[in-house]
């Protein structure tokens, strides 16, 4: 018994001595190449190079100009001889590593290639010396980027490159209504580290695209407009602030580069006007405290052309409309996308609101503009909004045939009354006859068709926003309800009727003269009847006639099913609000909801989405039928149209549903920091969930 005893404890000593054995220090493969660098001429030719490695090898990287044969190799203590070729180089002269590998040893062999066009200038960003691809990214490098709506950005300038790649459905005529491109340019063609994000740029003209030349990979381009430095870490264009000057050589419809030297000239009266220089310097002087605070220089002229015509962020040209009856543009001496002054919601001839039938503004037209200018945030000057007009239009100086009022040349109806309410021209040209920040003085009643929902009603503002028109379409007069109260004049509640396109209204309450925006004053409105309902939402007499729609937690998806997506925010369960009718891309807000026993109960008719099963997935669909798809470029936001893959997977993860872009790998998700509404990104942040969904029960 003791010799089992001694040889136990023999044992054990070794096997704890044999397991605290260190190993022996690692040493890296040895891999060394003849020669650290190889010189070509423009034409294609071949060099040779020796590689000894103590290991098998492989070349781990390399430019797209220069083969390799062989690419890998075995260990060998003997040179082994590898060829490199380079192609003919019609560019500028350029260089690049040819990186070769034995796990963590690398050796490179850095080759230089002349070009045709000999050494490469930057360019110095003008139309006549625009930027290389290369002079671009270093002009963005340092831009900082705070947020999506705090940035640096770059004056218009000029950049030339050759497409190395269209991202994807990003040709002009894969966008579809959005008439713009997303797409790569490097100098010489080639992907890589060295190309630059042209970021929805519009076509030739600067202008969406409608038809005409589209672009392919190893077109050579001219992009004019400003860049940025997107998150800090990629450069390219401001959206919608570029466009396609000229393409292969083609600038029909770029406005020529001509003329514009940016000299300051004139005095600003009406017989010597400023020029768009001149109208830059003086609103420069000007100081700017915030919204309120914010000098104006007084009435002036400023003289140019349309250069192009703003667009807002969802790329709807800011052109003269019925309903606001001003239009945002900019203007140069010669039409050109340079030297520019931002013309900021101008009225019409004769300081009148444009109307339906007025002459449209466009591009090239020459104009005198009258009015006020500022600093706006203190880095912008423009026209102060609604405070100047268009004093002349190609030399016509005659007013636009309106009387201030009516908006969209319809017929104004109604006295106000309950019963001979406004329609909505007459609202509007009674809001529209008030001083700016004027309100009537008593309440006043207007009847119509909600035509657009702009914000639905909600739990935590308990208001509604929504256009009405007299017979519901979005088209001629529509008249804003802005921020208004529910039935009664009370607080709207969870489980109280949501408003809806086609819904007959009439809304009591006062009118306003909003920024020269005819509207109703922000709560002091309320919806006196709802298709024809007038009893208080909710409450005793009928509740409002409100509908309880029940809703069920599930784990699997009935495809056909109506569903509300729902997320949980410390606690509290927020729905999916679809994306306004008059956006196209967006996130999807949160409104908060009330859960109890895995059940809902409440009118969310305007927070129910469609899931359909399609070939490989599911479409989700919004209560107007359009689609979700998501941003294939950044994280964040989804997009509208039919241009975009809509196929989506779902999987069961718990009691969550992992709702992803098929083809991007983008997951739906809530919350995060300290939002609460529904995102999608490639990867789901730490303080966001996935998605409860709830079917609506038949």
């Given at each position: 018994m003791k010799i089992k005893t001694l040889f136990a404890a023999i044992l054990a000593a070794g096997l704890l001595f044999s397991g605290c054995r260190q190993d022996e220090d690692y040493v890296l493969p040895?891999?060394?190449?003849?020669?650290?660098?190889?010189?070509?001429?423009?034409?294609?030719?071949?060099?040779?190079?020796?590689?000894?490695?103590?290991?098998?090898?492989?070349?781990?990287?390399?430019?797209?100009?220069?083969?390799?044969?062989?690419?890998?190799?075995?260990?060998?203590?003997?040179?082994?001889?590898?060829?490199?070729?380079?192609?003919?180089?019609?560019?500028?002269?350029?260089?690049?590593?040819?990186?070769?590998?034995?796990?963590?040893?690398?050796?490179?062999?850095?080759?230089?290639?002349?070009?045709?066009?000999?050494?490469?200038?930057?360019?110095?960003?003008?139309?006549?010396?625009?930027?290389?691809?290369?002079?671009?990214?270093?002009?963005?490098?340092?831009?900082?980027?705070?947020?999506?709506?705090?940035?640096?950005?770059?004056?218009?300038?000029?950049?030339?490159?050759?497409?190395?790649?269209?991202?994807?459905?990003?040709?002009?005529?894969?966008?579809g209504t959005f008439g713009n491109g997303n797409f790569y340019i490097s100098d010489d063609g080639a992907t890589g580290d060295k190309e630059f994000y042209c970021y929805r740029v519009l076509y030739l003209g600067n202008k969406k695209y409608t038809s005409g030349t589209d672009i392919k990979v190893g077109d050579e381009v001219i992009i004019c407009g400003k860049l940025m430095n997107y998150r800090g870490n990629t450069p390219e264009t401001v959206a919608n602030e570029a466009y396609l000057y000229s393409l292969n050589g083609e600038t029909e419809g770029g406005g020529g580069g001509g003329g514009n030297t940016g000299t300051p000239q004139g005095t600003g009266t009406q017989a010597d006007p400023y020029n768009a220089a001149a109208a830059n310097a003086a609103a420069s002087t000007l100081t700017y405290t915030d919204k309120d605070n914010y000098q104006k220089s007084d009435n002036v002229y400023i003289k140019g052309k349309i250069s192009r015509i703003a667009v807002d962020k969802n790329n709807v040209e800011q052109v003269f409309t019925a309903q606001f009856g001003n239009a945002s543009f900019y203007i140069s001496d010669d039409g050109s996308a340079?030297?520019?002054?931002?013309?900021?919601?101008?009225?019409?001839?004769?300081?009148?609101?444009?109307?339906?039938?007025?002459?449209?503004?466009?591009?090239?037209?020459?104009?005198?503009?009258?009015?006020?200018?500022?600093?706006?945030?203190?880095?912008?000057?423009?026209?102060?909004?609604?405070?100047?007009?268009?004093?002349?239009?190609?030399?016509?100086?005659?007013?636009?045939?309106?009387?201030?009022?009516?908006?969209?040349?319809?017929?104004?109806?109604?006295?106000?009354?309950?019963?001979?309410?406004?329609?909505?021209?007459?609202?509007?040209?009674?809001?529209?006859?008030?001083?700016?920040?004027?309100?009537?003085?008593?309440?006043?009643?207007?009847?119509?068709?909600?035509?657009?929902?702009?914000?639905?009603?909600?739990?935590?503002?308990?208001?509604?926003?929504?256009?009405?028109?007299?017979?519901?379409?979005?088209?001629?007069?529509?008249?804003?309800?802005?921020?208004?109260?529910?039935?009664?004049?009370?607080?709207?509640?969870?489980?109280?009727?949501?408003?809806?396109?086609?819904?007959?209204?009439?809304?009591?309450?006062?009118?306003?003269?909003?920024?020269?925006?005819?509207?109703?004053?922000?709560?002091?409105?309320?919806?006196?009847?709802?298709?024809?309902?007038?009893?208080?939402?909710?409450?005793?007499?009928?509740?409002?006639?409100?509908?309880?729609?029940?809703?069920?937690?599930?784990s699997s998806i009935t495809a056909g099913g109506k569903y509300i997506l729902v997320g949980v925010k410390e606690g509290k369960y927020y729905a999916a609000t679809p994306i306004a009718s008059d956006k196209t891309y967006g996130r999807l807000n949160g409104k908060e909801i009330s859960v109890s026993g895995d059940k809902i109960t409440a009118d969310l008719a305007a927070n129910e989405f469609t899931i359909t099963a399609v070939n490989g997935g599911y479409e989700i669909a919004m209560p107007d039928g359009r689609k979700l798809a998501v941003d294939t470029e950044h994280d964040g936001t989804f997009q509208i149209g039919d241009s975009f893959d809509h196929t989506f997977t779902a999987e069961l993860s718990g009691d969550l549903f992992k709702i992803s872009h098929k083809s991007t790998g983008k997951t739906i998700y809530h919350g995060g920091g300290t939002y609460t509404n529904f995102s999608c990104a490639s990867s789901v942040p730490a303080d966001g969930t996935l998605l409860q969904l709830y079917l609506k029960d038949n």
């Open positions: 040895d891999l060394r190449v003849g020669t650290e660098s190889l010189e070509f001429g423009q034409q294609s030719n071949e060099q040779t190079v020796d590689v000894t490695a103590s290991r098998e090898w492989l070349v781990r990287s390399k430019p797209d100009w220069v083969a390799i044969d062989p690419d890998h190799g075995p260990a060998s203590s003997a040179p082994q001889r590898v060829t490199l070729t380079v192609l003919d180089n019609a560019g500028y002269d350029r260089s690049g590593d040819v990186v070769f590998s034995i796990g963590l040893s690398k050796a490179a062999v850095t080759v230089n290639q002349k070009g045709a066009k000999g050494a490469k200038s930057n360019g110095t960003g003008k139309l006549d010396d625009p930027y290389t691809v290369e002079g671009a990214l270093a002009a963005v490098a340092n831009l900082t980027w705070t947020s999506s709506t705090e940035y640096q950005a770059t004056e218009v300038v000029y950049v030339k490159g050759i497409i190395s790649r269209i991202a994807e459905n990003g040709s002009f005529a894969q966008t340079s030297n520019e002054f931002y013309v900021y919601r101008a009225l019409f001839l004769g300081n009148a609101k444009w109307q339906e039938g007025n002459t449209q503004i466009k591009v090239g037209d020459e104009v005198i503009i009258c009015g006020k200018l500022m600093n706006f945030n203190g880095k912008t000057p423009e026209t102060v909004a609604n405070e100047s007009y268009i004093y002349s239009l190609n030399g016509t100086t005659e007013g636009g045939g309106g009387n201030g009022g009516g908006g969209g040349g319809g017929t104004a109806n109604g006295t106000g009354t309950l019963t001979d309410p406004y329609n909505a021209a007459g609202a509007i040209a009674v809001a529209s006859a008030l001083a700016e920040g004027g309100k009537t003085a008593t309440d006043v009643y207007v009847k119509g068709k909600i035509c657009l929902v702009k914000y639905p009603f909600d739990a935590t503002h308990k208001t509604a926003t929504f256009f009405i028109s007299d017979d519901g379409n979005a088209s001629g007069d529509q008249f804003q309800c802005y921020s208004v109260k529910y039935l009664g004049n009370t607080d709207w509640a969870e489980g109280n009727k949501q408003v809806q396109v086609g819904d007959e209204v009439i809304v009591c309450g006062k009118l306003t003269n909003y920024q020269g925006t005819p509207e109703t004053a922000s709560k002091e409105a309320y919806i006196y009847s709802l298709n024809g309902v007038t009893e208080g939402g909710g409450g005793s007499g009928g509740g409002g006639g409100q509908t309880q729609i029940s809703y069920s937690k599930v």
